[in-house]
């Protein structure tokens, strides 16, 4: 195992088992109190249980590139998580308890089988990047024009459809956005993304883009190859 340990005056704030193959998280963990920082990934862990819930300190757990297939609703009482990364797993769905995590700045769920983005994650204030690419998401929520910090969102690679939902064009520190292979067929009016310098929205079957496209004075790449534009 590959644990680096750090002075004793701290408790053992920081713990990583990365790379060592272990399939179930150890009991022992969910002893450290003063647990701030758990590195798990590249494991073949299956299962989140609900112990996790006893790291109340936990600031950074990181559990990509595992086998975990359910969110559990647990890792909601994680209140001041800043940092978790859940990307390369199987995961099939978005527990909405995730959304009480209001410290989290990332939303990083991508390479997963996610099927439903449930509504919610307007909760989430400090959230700057959202990338769950890879999936098999149908439609994104609308509050998720109500996280004011996004300034990056990629949703590439799933099964979008029908026009891109509009709280995406409340969010005004937005800077780049793609949307690219899925099966979109309009974008909706982005005016109030005023800083937006790149949107990807290739290989759909698009037909229009915004009439208030033009307001978009800071886009400097606009990517709409392989659509059905007329």
């Not at 996610?114 to 990047?129: A, S, V």
């Not at 937005?174 to 790149?198: A, F, P, Y």
């Amino acid at each position: 195992l590959m644990i680096r340990r750090p002075p004793r005056s701290t408790l053992f704030p920081y713990t990583t088992l990365f790379r060592s193959m272990i399939s179930i998280i150890p009991k022992e963990f969910y002893k450290l109190s003063h647990l701030v920082d758990l590195n798990l990934e590249n494991n073949k862990i299956q299962l989140i249980p609900p112990d996790i819930g006893y790291l109340a300190k936990l600031k950074l757990l990181k559990l990509a590139h595992n086998s975990i297939k359910v969110m559990t609703e647990d890792i909601g009482f994680l209140m001041n998580l800043e940092v978790l990364t859940l990307h390369d797993n199987l995961i099939e769905g978005i527990n909405p308890t995730i959304y009480a995590l209001t410290k989290l700045t990332t939303f990083d769920l991508y390479n997963n089988k996610i099927i439903e983005f449930p509504e919610g994650i307007g909760n989430m204030q400090l959230i700057t990047n959202v990338d769950l690419h890879n999936n098999k998401i149908k439609t994104v929520p609308y509050d998720i024009g109500d996280c004011p910090l996004i300034d990056n969102i990629n949703l590439s690679n799933n099964n979008l459809h029908g026009e891109l939902t509009d709280g995406i064009g409340n969010l005004s520190n937005l800077r780049q956005l793609d949307v690219s292979n899925n099966k979109l067929s309009g974008i909706t009016s982005l005016s109030e993304c005023k800083i937006l310098h790149s949107i990807d929205a290739s290989n759909n079957p698009i037909t229009t883009v915004p009439e208030d496209l033009h307001l978009l004075l800071e886009v400097k790449t606009f990517d709409l190859t392989g659509n059905k534009m007329v």
